[in-house]
């Protein structure tokens, strides 16, 4: 069974590039989430995607985006990017039931992409 | 206020000793706990979780969840050098949309074990 796989692992930006993060998600998973990790603070939720359509999304503005692939896979879009967007980005998988379905998930994270914005 | 409060440490404590970690939050919708292990340059990787009030136990590791007071705690027993990384507090709610509001973490405690 693969686990969740992450590409980059690292990248620098400068001020104003958009940039493009990749996420595998495991075996048998249907569900993906990203989370940006700064320095020294626990992951924020950024969005969750569930079978290609958005199904959340926490206090992050529009130019962070994102996309799921039929297979799973999963893209986080940032434009515009900002010295604070500097952080890991890690990406969540998980096998839910269907929108909802009141029940927990359990996450299983990747290794993270660090991304560095001069 | 933040939702999650955990202090940020750095705790060290001996080899053997048992460890305490704990978080407080003031989110009452939050219904699943969870305790997350991170290493350096590595993903989290979740050590337990739990749904209600109580104790749970798994090997060295103990859960403890007082929803009354929104307080919850890891205790590690019997630590080891290995055991010596970041540990964060995640927390869940279930909204009318079912289980898209994410996972809330903490700042991360990061714990030392001296051999």
């Known amino acids: 069974e693969t686990g969740v796989t992450q590409s980059p692992t690292h990248l620098i930006k400068t001020r104003g590039q958009q940039v493009t993060l990749r996420c595998s998600s495991q075996s048998g998973h249907n569900t993906v989430s990203w989370y940006q990790q700064a320095l020294g603070q626990g992951p924020q939720f950024i969005f969750q995607?569930?079978?290609?359509?958005?199904?959340g999304r926490g206090n992050f503005p529009p130019r962070f985006s994102g996309l799921q692939f039929p297979n799973y896979s999963s893209e986080l879009n940032v434009n515009a990017l900002e010295l604070d967007d500097s952080a890991l980005y890690l990406c969540a998988s998980s096998a839910s039931r269907g929108r909802g379905w009141l029940t927990y998930n359990e996450q299983f994270f990747g290794p993270g992409t660090r991304l560095t914005v001069l | 206020q933040k939702e999650v409060e955990q202090d940020p440490g750095p705790l060290s404590v001996p080899e053997g000793a048992i460890v305490s970690l704990n978080c407080t939050y003031s989110?009452?919708?939050?219904?699943?706990f969870m305790w997350y292990r991170q290493y350096s340059r590595k993903g989290p990787e979740l050590l337990m979780y739990?749904?209600?009030?109580g104790n749970k136990e798994d090997g060295r590791f103990t859960a403890q969840v007082d929803k009354s007071s929104k307080y919850i705690s890891l205790f590690i027993r019997d630590s080891q050098p290995s055991d010596s990384a970041t540990y964060l507090c995640?927390?869940?709610?279930?909204?009318?949309?079912?289980?898209?509001?994410?996972?809330?973490f903490g700042k991360g405690t990061h714990l030392i074990i001296q051999p």
């Open positions: 989110n009452s919708a939050f219904q699943y």
């Open positions: 739990t749904y209600s009030s």
């Open positions: 995640a927390m869940m709610s279930l909204g009318s949309g079912g289980g898209a509001d994410g996972l809330t």
């Open positions: 995607y569930y079978r290609e359509e958005e199904n």
